[in-house]
């Protein structure tokens, strides 16, 4: 009868210590990517009843399932959106309410900027993508309308102003100067963008 040889025998006691340096290593040189959202504040409960509006006031937007565009129930494009919230924001239809309207004054549209709710709807099949670039546009339009304001009193855009009282590194004098200017600017011209339910 032949003798059996022995297998030798691995140490496995080492390996452990390998696999977990090895762990180590992966988690401190990985990077992990965040998802970053939209820059939204949700509105606070308000405990009043809403205040009642008038329909001519209202302005509202709706992108379907096939991610096309109805403006008051007209099809319109990407493009023409901001151009078309400038107009309604800014159309001052109650001339003696809004003295720094340049719009057309028109008295079937907005009053003034105040009393001007842009409404965008959806459907659960509109994509991601074209959601995110209307919302873009729309805060475009407020922001074109802010800057031209902001450069006509304080000759300064408000989106570098709003930025630079933001900045950490702002000294205190200083944000508490550009306060008041970046509140004056967002009363004339308050966000008033509202989000309907998903249809």
Not at 107 to 125: C, G, K, V, Y
């Amino acid at each position: 009868m032949s003798k059996r040889l022995k297998s030798p025998e691995v140490h496995a006691g080492s390996m452990a210590d390998i696999a977990f340096l090895l762990l180590i290593f992966f988690l401190v040189t990985t990077t992990i990517e965040t998802d970053s959202g939209l820059d939204r504040m949700l509105p606070k409960k308000n405990p009043d009843p809403p205040k009642p509006f008038n329909e001519r006031n209202v302005l509202r937007i709706a992108i379907n399932g096939e991610n096309q565009l109805l403006l008051e129930d007209n099809p319109i494009g990407i493009e023409d959106i901001k151009s078309k919230a400038i107009a309604f924001l800014d159309n001052g239809g109650d001339a003696k309410s809004c003295n720094y309207c340049k719009g057309a004054n028109d008295p079937t549209s907005s009053d003034n900027p105040l009393e001007a709710i842009i409404s965008l709807s959806n459907t659960r099949e509109t994509s991601y993508g074209t959601y995110i670039t209307v919302q873009n546009e729309l805060v475009g339009a407020y922001n074109e309308l802010r800057n031209r304001e902001s450069q006509r009193l304080y000759k300064v855009s408000f989106t570098d102003m709003h930025a630079h009282y933001l900045d950490a590194n702002t000294p205190t004098e200083t944000k508490n100067a550009l306060r008041e200017k970046v509140k004056t600017i967002q009363k004339m011209y308050p966000l008033n963008l509202l989000e309907a339910k998903i249809k």
